[in-house]
């Protein structure tokens, strides 16, 4: 443990150790990616609340979304700059009752939040930038299994994720379905689909056109393409949340002072604004590519004889549950996971008007589903 993350002048995250909560697993042999490319040095950043029972069979995995990180509840403090993601789900007698089971969260490989990604420093001291390998879900699971095999975990209680956490804890069961007894799939897809590339492709480009990008090495240089990683979150805010949510919210209100009329802003506009500022604040640019472009190639059946083959595979005690306003990755993508799960009935909705987000906003909904998926005893 030593000094928090730094960053640079113009916001995003630089390399620094993990701090507060966070620990970390490193390994010393590179880690073999599908690519077949390997990483040195690579480091996958942690936290755990709770206690590992003597038979090392209590352990749940909580996997974050895309801008998510490892500090699923707590307050912000050194190293996490902002509160957790999932408050009220995490803590003694709570759905993941810490008097029960040891919950673990990692930070994605590729990621900024402590785990080993561009922003990080590759061997010779350099930020490695766009010299980062591409990597896949897989790639992270792998990463995962090496921090699963440090903390002397054969097996998962559980494992849990919403978006790409839900598409690495599908990759988690598809992959080792020895070590995965129970799974909660959020709001994600078997396969990301034409509509979700489509999406993410204005955002890839915004980042990368912007002069501060560098061809991806901005980390040593003390810029940072903060403005095309705004426009990245605006376009992929939208996506994640309500339309009529939007019209309830905003309707056509301009922000308070100003005249949109006359050079000033929508309320709606503001809000994205804010959130664009948010992210760029918090957020490494590498890191955003790099993991849209994985969860661009996801597809749990690759090489496996297809999604239904792959789904097959995850555990009897699966639930997986979208949101009912979410138009990014649509319910009817859930109802055909479920469909090809090997016990039928799995399928759940929250109900919600906040899209995508709903599985990171609906806190009770989410905790009964993860109530339910605990409920039966090994
Ligand atoms: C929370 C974190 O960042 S932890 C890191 C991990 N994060 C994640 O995994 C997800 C990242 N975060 C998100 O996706 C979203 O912020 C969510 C889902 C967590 C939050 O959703 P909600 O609680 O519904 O918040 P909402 O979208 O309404 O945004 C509220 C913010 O908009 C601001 N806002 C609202 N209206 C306006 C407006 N007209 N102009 C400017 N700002 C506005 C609020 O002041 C508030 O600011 P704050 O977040 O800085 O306090
Ligand atoms: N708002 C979430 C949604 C992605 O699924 C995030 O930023 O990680």
Redesign the pocket.
Known sequence: MTEAPSRSATGGWRDGDPVGERLWAGWDAPLELESGRSLPGARIAYQTWGTPDARGTNAVLVL?????DSHVTGPAGPGHPSPG?WEGLVGPGLALDTDRFFVVAPNVLGGCQGSTGPSTAAPDGRAWGSRFPSITIRDTVRAEEVLADALGIDSWAAVIG????GMRAMEWAATFPERVRRLLLL?CPAATTAWQIAWAAPQLHAIRADPDWCGGDYHDTGRFPGAGLGVA?RI??VT?RGADEFDDRFGRRPQDGEDPGAGGRFAVESYLDHHARK?SRRFDAASYVLLTEAMNGHDVGRGRGGTAEALRRMPERTIVAGVSSDH??PLRQQDEIARSLPVPGRARVITSPHG??G??VEDDQVCALVRELLADQD
């Open positions: 974050h979304a895309l801008t998510g993601w919403g978006s790409m956490g709001a979150r992929a805010h994640y992210l990014l990755y995508h987000d599985f990171l």
